[in-house]
């Protein structure tokens, strides 16, 4: 098992949208570490909405695998979530868990979407 320590940036109250996506990607994945971020706060949507998210998971599951396949698997366990919109952006950091080297996502690219709501 890895031992993490994160620091937490985020105040804001975990919301279903983000407790689903957890829940989800925790029993398919398995993962050492999970870390999922609503991020909506930093884009053009009304407030309180969750639709961009951060991920960042370190799994046996993506062992030997391209950071494209991890992301693949990222978007079909939360394909049904992306069709219908309920998420509109993931950005994700995966990470094989013997390859793990306690680097964690980078910062996120200011929004190049419309006017705050």
Known sequence: MINLFRRTFSTMVEG?????????????????????????????VPKG???HFLV??????????????CHRIIHDILADE??????????LFTVASSKYDG???PPPPKCGGGGHL
């Open 103 to 105: 680097q964690f996502a």
């Open 49 to 51: 909405a969750e639709m």
């Open 82 to 91: 992306l069709k219908s919109g309920d998420i509109h952006a993931l950005r």
């Open 56 to 69: 960042e998971c370190v799994s046996t599951k993506f062992e030997n695998l391209p950071k494209i396949k």
């Open 16 to 44: 279903p949208k983000t407790k689903m996506i957890k829940d989800k990607l925790t029993s398919t994945l398995n993962p050492d570490y999970l870390n999922v971020v609503c991020e909506s706060h930093m884009h053009a």
